[in-house]
């Protein structure tokens, strides 16, 4: 039989799931002693079930009759009880934080009778019918739906009609006159009175936040976060304190560290005679906490106390909120704090010097999301800056650039090597080009999933959405904001993608310190180091940092390499600790001056012509290959074989059949146009991305394969001959099929031994593969027969199995995805585990089984997202690469990851012990 | 322990894997009593040991010891005795025929002292020194490397100097020098003499039998043929037996049947005085087998009661070798012979009717791919003809057309109208727009893997190739034959892609005989009705068809539908006995006069603009579907709703870029082309396989697909009204997340229900979608929530698997591919079971446990395709769908497939019970 009804000493905090975060947390509170008010939760079964049936589980009224009996027992009086009666707050409690998208209903329990009552035990009949008009405005709200702006229209018309500036000079008549003016709309909008029975109130008040769960708002604000539509809310019932029974009364909400520096220390709000709702409207201004101290003492000691308690019960940096009733404290509610990354981190270690957790606990409190905000670029703190507007920072990043307005001038700007910044009111898929052009992009409409929000993020732009100060007039190339500030064509602008702030002007960019002292951690291999050379504010965080990476190196499975394709690359990876290069695309060493002799190679007649071609390329190649092998002395290489397909070294079909066009038209004749027009319609491809590329191109022109393996084999020898150690290993894209593999590799392991042989150096090189469409993972097995390591190119491997080409779809319809929930990330920033995800784990699995010593890896940009790193050691891969600037972020993640299965794996032993 | 050598009497006809074909049936034959000469099989078991290690295993020589010891008892004599040889033949014997690829060694134990004792024996020293030779060149060639050229030679010098006109002209002493000369040419090539000990010469003769398995020929050939390369060949030691004693012996070759129209009665060639090589060789002309009974009465009588004892043993038209020792007979061979397309439904029925076989067995007997052949229009029987050349059948059917030589010219003909054939010496990629343009392909060079033979059967059209008779001259654009007939551009010719035969000028074409009858049977659901009308040999052809179908369908599991898109096709399919429309595409709908509407829609600046042209599409659509349901009153229509993208509706880029640069070089402006091309360039896709298609382009212009559906319940609406009985089924495509199935599922069934509140009839149709990228496979469980039905498209599963398109990939590398053995066939013709039917079946299984009453279907062409029936009926797919043509087909190997599923059941039982 189920349980819907807990009381707050029966629970505790680790029933998230089942009672919510608020509930779970005033259990947990509860028990441990601290100043709880009764109460029960109603839990997310019910919520569910009533959901899913529309009805109210049959068990769940008998089960609320036997709580509120118990709760009236404890407080001496019944609910609404009209001499003196027990009120009770009805509040939402979903299992992850949603604020301000569910419902409350305060006061329930007055009614014309026991407002009387209340009258009488507060002592105060402004503040018995102050409470009873804010019930049937909150209640007629939330439960009856009446819109909010009319009992809002009500007050503000009283007030005026009094000449009052503020509802403290409002008395007990005008609040009798409210609640009456109120009625009379409740009565309007539902045609019925206003409830007097009390447990009606509370019924209809349990009902209406079950279905506040389903609310639009409520889900639109799941999607953004990536909170499961499934989970429903419990419902908390507690015993009504009032803050504002006078001056000995209060409320207010602190931290009990800094939430933005992590600084220990007494950091919150008070506000005297007043309740929590008015704190949140924020409708007069607070006090500091130390005020409270001011007034009443012992509630601020024991407030102060409560604090500690909390912070070494919870062992973390604790958010509270709390009532002070007639000089009684009572706690509301506490939950961990919400903080900034760099808060995280000091937060993190500062609670392991204090011994309150170990370094294990400390990587589980910070997140490669948070790491990753530290490491980009940001505005100098001590730059001037002249600040214009804000808006949500959308895309992370600091952009300094010229304003354009739209995407044909920031194309034309940013060909000419200016940067610029891309204003739009709002972005739609022809923004794309320059999208791409920009430094950062700023609308003035939109939110978090907007076009230009997920574009950007996908993109990795610096994006601000949404700055409504702003009036965007792009037929005028200028905006003008709200303060009058005008900004045309040309003016410089900065944006904050992570603050959301806009800036006009220049303003200086400075590297993060944080990234400074990764580099100099991991060029000395010690935190301290790294700390050393920074002072004040930033040497704790970079501390914390580094020292946290220190810990995640030692604790992590997985390996991080990084993708990178040219020397500098190489190096760049390397001092942020890359073990290796686990994707070395060879594509860019054939463009620039080389497309000319690749196009040769292309549209040879003969296999000689092909052959002198391709030999011009074999001496800048094994250039290539000596200084990334040099860079990373040492340590390995994964070289992947060419990959595009044969078009991109081609002109554009659209563009040369236009110059043909336009030259027959002046009666000119360019045969060598001509020429080559044909053959770039012989090799023009429906979908490029589904053709004649990878393993299928080194398979019908052998000799392009075999230029690249000889330059890696003759660049790996003369490296030897010098004393270096390079470790090449030769990857093969696009296989589908074992037979496709087996080929190539014959053909390369007897051009590594002519090479050999030619040089009298002994060489060996793995040769592997990329996992990367589906057919290749679902014969993993056979292919592992051939292959000495894998790589899953998870960015194909998306494309394939969704079957949607980034380069079309993604600008094109992700937004509208996202809006309607299809996608609450785009896959190709978070691995879709269900598709993609099963793909890979079936191949990895396979993979494996076919061949013990099969080492295998992951390089597509997935390597680098928190979530996809955590899934990818879920199944067992030896190691994730990702672009060098996330090697960090995957590194910290990999530890993580490794923690989390330790936590998984001691769960389930528990609860099989206990089974 | 292996057993690797088994002795006639031991085996039997089951275990052709182990003892190959040859051995197993020698064993069978042994068994039943009849007159094989002893010997024994050394098992492919052993072959394989020795092709994995290089070594023969250790127990082998034992065993053939043992096995030489029994057949030296029972011959009375001892292998190269010298006064009195046993004498034996060394065969290779794969489990399935290759026929002249593997080695034969004849006359061991013929060395320098036996050879006199033969001489002694067969009363004739010609014979003697004969048989000596031919061993020498045998051995000389198979075993020891010598090339073929050198022995040939000396025996042609021979002759010349002698000026005899053939081997018969040749004396004892001509033969006593060659085996001087041949000996000489085998020290000469191996440094060693020609081997005299008999066993020496067993041995050698065995491995070399083993090593023939991994000749590139016998590679080539068994890729060509879909043979297993792990099979390996079993080798038969037999007693020789000898047709050239004189005019009282012979060899001959015969079938039970007439293998090309399964009439019963005598069909074989005899050749007196000859062994079996002379026969294949063709050096000297057969006899009919009368000719024995002439001859010598008793042998004749004797075979013709063997001959009848294996049909009633084998219960198949049987082929058989023998050979007439001095009047004694002696069995060499049989199998169960090759036969025609149209022999194999005659032979099948008459051994029913015979009552030798049950109907269910007659299935066993014929295949879809016969059934196809003979369903092929085909050329006249009684038209006149004229034959210039003979090439191979690449791909079957017949086709008349003028000659053109290159690719321009076969589109510009057809352009025209004009039916045409595409002659080239072979095709390469460039060639592909001639090839789709074209009637047929005839090529004068390559084989059945060639460019021109892999694309062709790809496409379905009829094709020739390797013509080598013809030279083709493109530039002259003709060709003319060996016999001098010359061919010009223009000039009409024909080609049967079955026999590939070449005509000049026109044949008559007829429908075939087959088809006539499959329509009239699915007229008048009759078998009888169906061959009534048909005369002469085409009634026992057309009689055997229908009743062999009459039983597929009360067999089958599977039902089979097609695809179908106008009532024309519908109609033809509901002939062909489908059981519903699998897939009516809705594309072509769109096309024509519509497009400029479609047009409108992409282009449409505000959502008004976007429904007015939407408006004008729902009329026509519903007539489209008017049409199309009362076709197939009755039965179920699945309709897609649109699959391609948007820009198929657009003009093509690159030809309006030119039309608008052109117009702006003359100075003129063309807004309207130049808006346009904004439009065409915003929606431009690099890759529209994987771009705005399908589901997509439903979510983002939903009144697209509302449009659709309202048409087809409007159009559903009408016909109920009219008393008919449509059944529409709504398919959505692409999708590839619940989520998109979801929101366009709850938008159809409110669009269904608006139609159903507008007409007052009751609507109600299945909503299902396609299965069609690997995604939806992998969440197929997710996805039936909210399907009624799933249809695989296995077109698009296997590009999106492989990440291929079948547009760029097909004529450029598959030729390729096949050639270097990655694939036996192309996966767009066969489903690849590996990959794509491995994601297939996850899908299938999962699907169904999610929802029991799934209705799960395929609708690529691969439904048409007899292996690929055979697996989706293994995976429990309850139809396939295909095109018109292709249903019979389907039908018949569907209930192939059952019997399959029945008879490996009943092996699994049966083995079982023994285990």
Aim: hydrophobic fraction near 40%; glycine fraction near 10%.
């Amino acid at each position: 039989m189920s349980k819907y009804v807990w009381d707050f000493n029966e629970g505790n905090a680790s029933q998230k799931d089942l009672l919510g975060g608020k509930g779970a947390n005033l259990a947990e509170m509860t028990n441990i002693g601290l100043p709880v008010p009764p109460g029960f939760t109603i839990t997310t079964d019910a919520c569910r079930a009533y959901l899913e049936t529309g009805k109210q589980p049959a068990e769940l009224d008998g089960e609320i009759d036997e709580h509120l009996a118990a709760l009236e027992k404890a407080m001496g009086r019944t609910l609404g009880q009209a001499d003196d009666p027990l009120l009770v707050s009805v509040r939402s409690g979903a299992k992850f934080s949603m604020p301000g998208m569910m419902e409350t209903v305060l006061n329930i329990g007055l009614n014309d009778e026991s407002v009387e009552g209340l009258t009488a035990i507060s002592g105060s009949d402004r503040f018995a019918w102050d409470s009873y008009r804010r019930l049937i405005s909150m209640f007629g709200t939330t439960v009856l739906g009446v819109e909010r702006d009319r009992f809002d229209e009500a007050l503000e018309k009283l007030k005026e009609d009094k000449g009052a500036e503020s509802d403290l000079d409002l008395d007990v008549d005008d609040f009798k006159a409210l609640v009456s003016t109120y009625k009379g709309i409740v009565k309007d909008h539902t045609g019925s009175d206003f409830p007097q029975t009390p447990r009606d109130q509370l019924d209809q008040a349990v009902l209406a936040v079950f279905s506040s769960w389903n609310t639009d708002r409520a889900k639109i604000y799941r999607r953004q976060e990536g909170i499961p539509d499934d989970l429903g809310t419990a419902v908390n019932i507690v015993a009504m304190v009032f803050g504002n029974l006078g001056d000995d009364s209060g409320t207010g909400v602190c931290f009990t560290r800094d939430p933005a520096s992590g600084h220990q220390g007494v950091y919150g709000d008070y506000l005297p005679n007043a309740q929590g709702e008015d704190v949140v409207a924020g409708i007069r201004n607070t006090m500091p906490l130390s005020a409270l101290g001011d007034r009443d003492k012992k509630s601020y000691d024991e407030l102060l106390g409560i604090m500690s308690t909390l912070e070494r019960h919870y062992k973390d940096m604790c958010d509270i909120e709390f009532t002070v009733e007639r000089g009684k404290l009572w706690m509301l509610q506490t939950r961990v704090g919400k903080r900034t990354a760099a808060a995280a981190f000091r937060i993190a270690i500062q609670l392991v010097d204090e011994g309150l957790i170990d370094l294990d606990e400390a990587l589980r409190r910070v997140t490669g999301q948070q790491l990753a905000q530290l490491m980009f670029p940001q505005f100098d703190a001590k730059a001037e800056r002249d600040k214009i507007a804000k808006g949500m920072g959308a895309s992370p990043g600091a952009a300094v650039g010229k304003a354009v307005f739209d995407s044909t001038a920031a194309v034309e700007w940013a060909a000419r090597g200016e940067d610029v910044i891309l204003v739009r009111r709002e972005t739609n898929p022809d923004d794309l080009r320059g999208m791409i052009a920009a430094q950062g992009i700023l609308t003035s409409r939109g939110g978090k999933t907007s076009h230009a929000a997920v574009v950007a993020r996908g993109m990795g732009r610096t994006c601000v959405v949404g700055a409504d100060e702003l009036r965007v007039d792009a037929r005028e190339r200028m905006f003008r904001t709200s303060g009058g500030v005008e900004v045309k064509e040309g003016d410089l602008i900065a944006i904050d993608g992570s603050t959301g702030e806009v800036f006009v002007g220049d303003v200086a960019v400075t590297q993060s310190v944080v990234v400074d002292a990764l580099l100099a951690q991991a060029a000395t291999g010690s935190a301290d180091e790294a700390s050393r050379k920074v002072e004040g504010e930033d040497r704790e965080l970079v501390n914390a940092v580094t020292r946290l990476m220190e810990h995640a190196d030692k604790t992590r499975r997985m390996g991080v390499r990084a993708n990178a394709d040219t020397p500098d690359d190489a190096q760049r990876a390397r001092e942020f600790g890359a073990a290796g290069i686990g994707l070395c695309r060879t594509e860019h060493m054939f463009l620039g001056d080389r497309r000319k002799i690749v196009e040769q190679v292309i549209v040879a007649n003969t296999d000689d012509e092909r052959e002198a071609a391709l030999e011009k390329l074999l001496a800048p190649q094994r250039e290539d290959f000596l200084g990334i092998f040099e860079a990373m002395d040492g340590l390995p290489v994964v070289v992947r074989l060419l990959d595009p397909p044969l078009h991109e070294f081609l002109p554009d079909l659209t563009e040369l059949s236009v110059r043909v066009a336009l030259a027959e038209a002046r009666g000119e004749t360019d045969d060598e146009a001509a020429s080559l027009l044909k053959q770039v319609q012989r090799h023009h491809e429906t979908n490029p991305m589904l053709g004649m590329r990878g393993v299928r191109l080194g398979l019908v022109i052998p000799g392009l394969f075999l230029l690249q393996v000889r330059a890696i084999a003759e660049a790996a020898a003369e490296l030897l001959k010098r004393g270096l150690h390079p470790e090449p290993e030769i990857m093969v894209p696009l296989v589908a099929d074992v037979k496709e593999l087996a080929i190539i590799r014959r053909q390369a392991v007897e051009t590594i031994a002519a090479v050999a042989e030619e040089t009298g150096v002994e060489l060996e090189f793995p040769i592997g593969t990329m996992i990367e469409v589906p057919r290749a993972a679902m014969t993993a097995g056979d292919i592992a027969a051939e292959a000495e390591f894998f790589s899953f190119g998870t960015n194909d491997m998306t494309q394939t199995t969704w079957g949607f080409s980034r380069d079309d779809v993604e600008a094109e319809f992700f937004p509208r995805y996202i809006e309607d929930g299809i996608f609450s990330v785009s896959p190709f920033e978070t691995l879709d585990v269900d598709g993609v995800g099963r793909i890979v784990a079936i191949a990895a699995r396979e993979g494996k089984q076919a061949r013990d010593d099969l080492v295998i890896g992951i390089c597509g940009e997935h390597g680098g997202d928190p979530a996809s790193v955590h899934f990818f050691d879920s199944i067992d891969l030896d190691y994730v690469s990702c672009s060098p600037f996330r090697v960090p972020v995957a590194r910290l993640e990999a530890a993580r990851a490794t923690l989390d299965r330790q936590d998984s794996a001691a769960n389930r032993s528990g609860s099989d012990g206990t089974a």
